[in-house]
């Protein structure tokens, strides 16, 4: 890899070389950019994605684009990244796009819903049935720009103390679920906290509360959950989380055409391939996990449980459309792209695997 | 866009700039792939991969890494992409891994196996699970270098003009089904034979074949098969298709070290967005086909003719192991992979899209 050592090399002949070469005298300058991601330090998989795309983006650019990331240890602000990025303390963050609904509300529809797309639809989404357009629409006013940032694939519905047989089972159920499926439990009775991640395993084990969620197997093995709570739900509340990288516009437009476009894909680039990584890693940690507790069971919340969850789901997003003409636009989209997408996925991948069920020993 | 019109722009200056910045005279040469390809000129989706994948290496690079592709309507050697880049006539290719089985047998393994791994899964591999290390095992003996180049996502098993009820509706069935899966039916009695894409129409239409397997929805709609066979079956035979990019290594040994990095993270982005847009591509087009003939109805296969399948493919796939040693460590690979994978996959998409059915209206 060529590296810079200066960030403009060639000023000591730039009288000789303006005349002819201009952008070669651009191409010698290194920039510099500052990111600030919502994880502490070390953050595996999460922590992974903005280093793996900082170094392409460095790599590619034979040098010339430099990012920087700070972790949450050092500015103290894990969920103020939106904040530091639209003043341009920072260029860059990593965080999610949810994180930001007690701010700017619009901003919730872009890590993934309830009941809604799994993460090859919503990238379908994103690129081609408009995703990227309404989320320009919602982070533009603010000088921001929003690009996937690495997908966790189906996330579980988390780890119980008891199993859940019926509605009255969440009656003051104290669960540690942060957001909007928090509202949706809310509604039906259970008491949703949030409760900061390193106090959740003595949470559990003490009782504290009943049950949480976190991410799947591909992080939930490291927090030691499966030792201390025997039933592990499957997913439907978040089909396909989508972390994000914020960009300050007036950061972009600084840069130079060629590394706008190094920038944009290495982003691109690095969603997909965390993507990939949580789908190796949850299939590897699973495996780990059963051989170490074999006693864990998978479980499915009964239907009627899931009746009630989805029809609590959809009143919370009728009042949010009801509310706001931009946030009908945004759950419309999601709602007409999802009916296209899984009819796919349902005579693809989904058909698939039942037939081949249907002939395992 | 920076563009460089000549090659050594800074000759003029080069005594003068040797001494402390020789990594600009570099970074000021252009270099010039040439790429062949399978597919006929205009080709979708297939084709767009290859051009989507230029295009980001051509601006990331600042007009230095220009990549020119030609289709087989000029180099008329569809099927001789893996000769022609390893001769050094092209510098790349793109095409499908399993289209150079017949001179070297372990190429077969790298596009998609039947009833083998899903996409995610199979990119898990790839990146995580050993993939790229056998295929660089495979294809490092010729002077090639082999990356995936695009996902089709899982394929359909066919249109059929008449139902599958048993295996005996197998027998003596003419069906256009190429490669591997060729095989397998043959040995349950069938007769698998390749026709060219442009003849395959008339042949359905006039029962010269009784069925045909092409990709799905995403291609088919374009072809008219529904418009001529009332059946549509599920996959079972190429369950993620992954496309090719072929290097030939002396041209990639030439590139400077950050155009190189720019040429892998260019194919391996036009590869995921590949798959993306099939997604995307064969959920709108699966709607428009509908509504366009109504009665086009999609079947599975009995489970007695899957498990026939299934034991004729792992008859195949034993013979192959038992008479290479390579074929082996592959395919014990994928085994195993699979195995791993497939846990996570069905307790996180496929539980997830199961609990929502029963509670669908």
Redesign the interface.
């Known amino acids: 890899?060529?590296?810079?050592k200066t960030t403009t090399?060639?000023a000591?002949?730039a009288v000789?070389?303006t005349a002819?070469?201009m952008?070669?005298m651009?191409?010698?300058k290194v920039y510099r950019l500052k990111m600030a991601e919502t994880w502490a330090s070390n953050f595996p998989i999460f922590g992974e994605a903005p280093r793996n795309m900082a170094k392409?983006a460095e790599?590619?650019?034979?040098g010339r684009l430099k990012i920087t990331i700070d972790s949450s240890n050092k500015h103290k602000a894990p969920l103020g990244i939106f904040d530091m990025v639209r003043s341009g303390q920072y260029d860059m963050g990593h965080s999610a796009s949810y994180y930001w609904k007690g701010k700017v509300p619009n901003t919730l529809y872009f890590t993934t819903m309830p009941?809604g797309m799994?993460?090859?639809?919503q990238?379908?989404w994103f690129?081609?049935?408009g995703g990227m357009e309404l989320m320009e629409k919602v982070y533009q006013p603010f000088g921001l720009m929003s690009f996937p940032g690495g997908n966790t694939?189906?996330q579980?519905g988390g780890w119980f103390q008891k199993e859940i047989n019926s509605l009255d089972d969440l009656q003051g159920l104290k669960m540690r679920i942060p957001g909007f499926a928090g509202e949706v439990l809310a509604k039906l009775g259970a008491k949703p906290t949030n409760i900061a991640s390193g106090e959740l395993y003595t949470a559990l084990e003490r009782n504290t509360i009943d049950a949480l969620e976190w991410v799947?197997?591909s992080l939930d093995l490291r927090m030691g959950f499966h030792k201390i709570a025997p039933y592990y739900y499957?997913?439907?509340h978040e089909?396909a989380t989508e972390l994000q990288f914020l960009v300050n516009k007036r950061s972009f437009d600084r840069l130079?055409?060629?590394l706008q476009?190094?920038l944009t894909?290495?982003m691109?680039?690095a969603s997909?391939?965390m993507?990939?990584?949580s789908?190796?890693e949850?299939?590897?940690n699973?495996?780990t996990m059963k051989s170490e507790y074999p006693n864990v069971q998978?479980k499915?919340?009964p239907?009627d449980v899931?009746?009630a969850m989805?029809k609590a789901n959809q009143e919370l997003l009728e009042e949010k459309a009801a509310a706001d003409p931009l946030a009908k636009e945004i759950l419309d989209s999601q709602a007409e792209y999802l009916k296209?997408?899984?009819?796919?996925?349902?005579?693809?991948?989904?058909?698939?695997?039942?037939?081949?069920e249907?002939?395992s020993e």
Do not use: C
């Not at 790599?59 to 034979?62: K, P």
């Open positions: 890899m060529m590296s810079f090399l060639l000591a002949t000789t070389l002819f070469s952008p070669s651009a191409a010698d392409m790599e590619m650019s034979g009941f799994i993460t090859p639809e990238y379908g690129y081609h049935g694939g189906n579980m799947g197997p499957t997913g439907w089909p130079p055409e060629d476009r190094i894909t290495s691109k680039l997909y391939e993507y990939v990584q789908y190796h949850s299939g590897t699973w495996v998978v499915t919340f239907k899931l009746a989805k296209t997408a899984r009819v796919w996925t349902n005579i693809s991948d989904r058909a698939y695997l039942d037939s081949l249907t002939i």
